[in-house]
């Protein structure tokens, strides 16, 4: 038998010419020699112990082979080899001890959790045992007070039982006594279908009782304990008693769902569902029913209704009147009011000794400023400063109407002008005492006196004219007539007698709202009621907030501030309208409900104004669509007084074939988004006194956005207006330059009838159009296919000369017929 019959070998070859391989025979399993295959001979190395001679030491010899060691293997090799196969076998009872250990390690971490495991069911069973033995106790007792209680009732009610009740309560001889189940019997499921007390099962099941089949009983809650007492003793006491029906006020919004509706009346679902069915309405309790059928079940189960609505919600701002002896004495707030360039903010630059008007673009005003100024007597008075320009309209009645008093500025040199009609009106409207300064009094050309006539024709009478309006004649430069002004306006403050109520919740007015890069949403507020403190919680508008800080006109923190006082607010979720009320509410609950219901009444307004309410009515929509051409823009100013200004007065741009359309409008920097609207839409961005950030720029630029900036409103107008213009089609005017009548017609080969005419007014043009009129009737319009003198084609043929006329594509002439002659002139129209 060769020595590879029965064993596989397994052997790593080299890749170079000299290099061996080692192959290891395997017989059952187990190693038996290993083989060293060089290039010239094959040398069979024994395991330690595996031979038949004497291995497995450090002078092993080869088994099987008589003890000689094989040819060519030195002794430093064979030293070598059999301490790398000692090495391997060392490492292999190492990893079989370092097994057998992790193993025995497992095995007894296995045998302590079920160990523990054991213990916390033993004594979970215990505990429920002895709470089960407990319950049963009690019940017991309780049974046996019961009969007591019973039979004592019994005892007092029928002092004498007959005879044949006796008997019947006596067992028969031959009938078997009833067994009571004992607690043996109730453990092991006797008695009681197989369930523990109260036939009830218990809630938890454990392994055991899985295992064994068995079923412990679970405790009754204390409320079913009091219910069964509740029902024994009523019982005890001679039958079932009604329960009291309770009467509630159910608050009843406009729509309410089945379930909140039975919430609200502490009935059950199924009971209203079954008594909407009653009343032929189907209905499940996650449906919502109308307001009146809700009303219908709350009076069938004997409630009471409260009607409420969803503008409940501002009902904790509502005005409260303040009690004479908590009102204190305030400052006034005084109105600049006027035309533009009359020197209102220069007038007020002079009382507050500040150069606002430097800061201006172009030197005039185009923000509604509030400002505190305290006198040389010591009174505190608030100057509110409005834009004098056509387009602050909204700003000029936002100041009238939170003011006390208003100061019409005239210039004596310009006289009444329209803003400053605008501003009576104003003053008018919102019932408030005037007073006149005239201005500019230290020109040349000032005429205080025509002022003072021109003021009469719009019902203004002055007091030196007899009037009751105070007038008084003021320089803002030379400061002439400054002392005698706020005199005026500290003794109409005297007469007004103005006071408020500082100690209670705060509420104003805002004056101007912008959006500030590093300090958010910052709205100017003028507090007329009240004082608004750090930290108060308040709605304005459709915008709600905390406030953060409070700032005063000359940029200092502030903790409070009181009535007539204006400040900037920051701490506001959004940016409000200007001209919104702001109230402090006790929650930031009431105030994000209020402006969330605000917001949504709003938009229920935006899209009720938008959508056409009949066919006929879209129809008229898209054909007046049709003839009218838009110019869109996109308008971002920087506070929202100038964006709403900005609007209304590109609004008023355009005519019947022509309009400006604001696609959108809003306050702080020109943002990314706005580029994508504008490329979408195809229409310019507007900055008014903001600028495009880094990413708006880069896409404006790839996107081929056009953005324009803008600091003083005349020139955006007046820019719009030419863009505007530029959509308008051009007028076509028809100048006649000459008129011809034919004298004669000739048929020419090549070329159709020939007009032989006579030119009798003006001069007939190759280029230019005609018309043929027979007996003064248009028959035909068109141009000339020829214009001839004799034989020569010219271009033009003077007044009193003859020459040959051919119509393009037209024949029908005839001897008599007047030619007329006239050009085409297309003008460009523009805006007014």
Known sequence: MSDNDGKKTLGVRGGGARSGSVKQSFSHGRTKNVVVETKRKRVVVPKPGAGSGAGGGKGGQVGGSGGKRPAGISDAEMERRLKALQAAKAREAEEAAKREAEEKARAEERERLRAEKEQKEREQREAEEALKRKAEEEERKKREAEDAAKAAAAAAAQPAPKADEQARAKPKKDEAPRRTPDRDDQK??????????????????????????????????LAAMKRKQERARQKAMGGQQAREKVTRDVKLPEAITVAELANRMAERVGDVVKSLMNNGIMATQNQSIDADTAELIIEEFGHRVQR????????????????????????????????????????????????????????????????????????????????????????????????????????????????????????????????????????????????RTDLLQHEVIVEELSGDVQDVEVSAHTGQGLDELLEAIALQAEILELKANPNRAAEGAVIEAQLDVGRGPVATVLVQRGTLRQGDVFVVGEQYGKVRALINDKGDRVKEAGPSVPVEVLGLNGTPEAGDVLNVTETEAQAREIAEYRANLAKEKRAAAGAATTLDQLLQKAKEDENVSELPVIVKADVQGSSEAIVQALEK??????????????????????????????????????????????????????????????????????????????????????????????????????????????????????????????????????????????????????CGMAFENYDDIRPGDVIEIFERQEIERSLD
């Open 308 to 451: 409420v609505s969803d503008a409940d919600v501002e009902d904790v701002i509502k005005e409260v009147e303040d009690k004479p002896e908590d009102l204190h004495p305030r400052p006034p707030v005084i109105t600049i009011m006027g035309h533009v360039d009359h020197g209102k903010t220069s007038l007020l630059d002079a009382i507050r000794d500040a150069k606002v008007t430097a800061g201006e673009a172009g030197g005039i005003t185009q923000h509604i400023g509030a400002y505190q100024v305290t006198t040389d007597s010591g009174a505190v008075l608030s100057f509110l400063d409005t834009p004098g320009h056509a387009a602050f309209t909204s700003m000029r009645s936002r100041g009238a109407q939170v003011t006390d008093i208003v100061v019409l500025v005239v210039a004596a040199d310009d006289a009444v002008m329209p803003q400053t009609v605008e501003a009576i009106n104003h003053a008018k409207a919102a019932q408030v005492p005037m007073i006149v300064a005239i201005n500019k009094i230290d020109k040349p050309s000032a005429n205080p006196t025509k002022v």
């Open 188 to 221: 092991s499921g006797r008695g009681g279908r197989g369930r523990g007390d109260g036939g009830r099962r218990s809630g938890k099941l454990t392994l055991n009782q899985a295992l064994s089949g068995g079923e412990g009983g679970r405790q009754k809650s």
């Open 653 to 802: 741009v355009g005519n019947d074939e022509v309009r400006v359309r604001v696609i959108h409008y809003g306050v702080g920097a020109i943002t990314e988004t706005d580029v994508g609207l504008a490329e979408a839409s195809g229409c310019p961005v507007i900055g008014f006194n903001v600028r495009a950030n880094a990413p708006a720029r880069n896409a404006a630029n790839q996107k081929g956005v056009e953005i324009r900036y803008y600091s003083v409103i005349y020139d955006l107008v007046d820019d719009v207006k030419a863009a505007a213009s530029g959509l308008l089609s051009n007028e076509i005017r028809e100048n006649f330059i000459g008129y011809a009548e034919i004298k004669e017609v000739f048929k020419v080969s090549n070329v159709g009838k020939v007009a032989g005419c006579l030119v009798t007014e003006g001069i007939a043009r190759r280029s230019a159009g005609v018309r043929l009129l027979r007996d003064d009737v248009v028959i035909h319009e068109g141009t000339l296919k020829t214009l001839k003198r004799f034989k020569d084609e010219v271009a033009e043929v003077q007044s009193g000369q003859e």
